[in-house]
């Protein structure tokens, strides 16, 4: 991980933090994140934008590699940590650090002060160090993800203890007062004490006992489990009273492991009581004795409340939408929808059968007025059905149709007497149909023509991925791989 030294904070320019931030934005969707793509989203000149990445480089904010397809640079934890504490100075949170005070398993702590001189507590979560990586299979902080980076879980980390802090705070638990926090880094106040495991002589420790187990129930009855309730994050002060530390574990009281994590918590501070002090008692409580008075697992988003109240809410709010009459938006997509259905040829032909017998069938039953006759004599030279081999529909097959229904009728033979000596069936055209041409070419060739198009654009995709332009030329390199490879082979084949 490395330590953190900020004497070169006050060296940086902007255009250095515009890289670093550039590189930020660009390792969302890339693991090393090539010198172009720096420079285009920082607004930098190439040869600019190189001379900084060098300047980073050399500082170790930013680290460049080689990969297998593609070279480019990656942010370190040192330049993460610059980012944070500059953006963290902007809003004049803090404005001078001092010495580490501390380090845990997954974080480091360092004291602060802002430019009132009030001292406060940093601390940077760290996740990801060889001690403790099993944390992605312990704690859902990456959820549906397949994998993610352990500089973007340091910062959901320190979004989750945040939050949980406020929380509590706003309640009245005893626990540091938050001030700001970015990125991976939680400022909060300093908390006058001693770690747990460092007190060796208390003045009355049944009254200490009963206020941490008081504590966990308390906890508890808010829909809380801290799930590490031990020595290391519990701090005792001069008055004997507790403040607990270190909350991005905490899980719901809703969680299918909940008991057991309960359970758990009370044993490690009664083992402790044994060992540290040689007390023992035989009141402890149990997690059948909790009543809820309040869903801070709710609010603060906690780790298995999700599955069992989520779907209550959803049922609930499903019963109150079908309760709900339906809106004029909703009417009119449905109406869209209902208009917007696409035929098939078969479905095409049908139709407009169908709607020369209904049409000839007011006709004959005297619905449609003189001026709406008009309307049913329509001229369909050709109509293009698209069916099979881009078949048109016959106007023989539309002249026996209209004769047919002609014949039915006794009032109208003179008009079917016209209608016979006619070559074709002149008729006008309606709005409810409308020609359009369609393409004679074979859609085998189409598709052929598309698959060939997608594979080129497929292709120049992957050439412009492996190509890196300055010092990281990866495409030249793979280059020179494979003709080693073809001259090894050549050479293998003649021996």
Known sequence: MGKLNVSLLRYLTSEDFRALSAIELGMRNHELVPGHLVASVANLKHGGCYKRLMTLCKHKLVAYERGKRYDGYRLTNCGYDYLALRALTYRDVISSIGNQVGTGKESDIFLVADKDGKEMV?????????????IKEKRDYHQHRNSASWIYLSRLAAVKEFAFMQALHDRGFPVPKPYDFNRHCVVMEVVQG??????????????????????????????????????????????????LIDFPQMISTSHPNAEWYFDRDVACIREFFRKRFNYESELYPTFTEILREDTLDLTTCASGYSKDVQEVLNEALEMMKQGEPESEDEREEKVIEENNIKHTPTETKNLLQRYLDDSLALRENNFLSSENHELTELNFEKINISEGNNEYCSKIDIE???E?????????????????????????????????SVSTIPPEEVRARLQKQMQKKRDKMIRNRIKVKGEAN??????????????????????
């Open 400 to 402: 026996k149709h209209v």
């Open 404 to 436: 047919l229904k002609h014949e039915e009728n006794d009032e109208n033979k003179s008009q079917h007497v016209e209608l016979e000596n006619k070559p074709e069936v002149v008729l006008k055209k309606t709005k409810t149909f409308s020609t359009r």
């Open 474 to 495: 990866a495409a030249i390199r793979k280059k020179k791989e494979n003709e080693d490879n073809i001259k090894q082979t050549i050479d293998f084949v003649e021996w």
């Open 194 to 243: 001693f770690p747990l495991n460092q007190v060796h002589d208390v003045k009355h420790v049944p009254a200490v006992y009963e206020e941490l187990m008081n504590l966990l129930v308390n906890l508890a009855n808010h829909g809380l489990i801290h799930g590490d309730f031990n020595e290391f994050n519990l701090m005792l002060d001069d008055s004997d009273h507790v403040t």
């Open 122 to 134: 940093l601390k940077i979560h760290r996740l990801g160090r060889t001690s403790f990586r099993k």
